[in-house]
């Protein structure tokens, strides 16, 4: 499998689903109200301190930042 996963992925089997995680605690934190611990452990992280290690290598900002983010661009769609 691990072979097999890094031919096709160019990532570990672990790296991958981890990014696969990632990508939709950060459709949760555009999308819903919750908080990021919340969030975290929703999509199967169980420490907070680690989802939030791992969420701003991939995307460059604390999931605390992202959530504001997005929450003014969707305020600015509406006004």
Request: charged fraction near 30%; hydrophobic fraction near 35%.
């Amino acid at each position: 499998l691990y072979k097999r996963m890094v031919a096709l992925t160019g990532q570990s089997p672990v790296a991958f689903i981890r990014k696969i995680r990632l990508q939709r605690a950060a459709q949760y934190l555009e999308k819903s109200q919750l908080t990021v611990s919340e969030i975290a452990y929703k999509v199967g992280f169980n420490s907070t301190k680690y989802f939030t290690k791992y969420f701003k290598k991939e995307f460059n900002m604390l999931p605390s930042a992202y959530t504001a983010r997005h929450r003014k661009k969707r305020q600015e769609e509406m006004a």
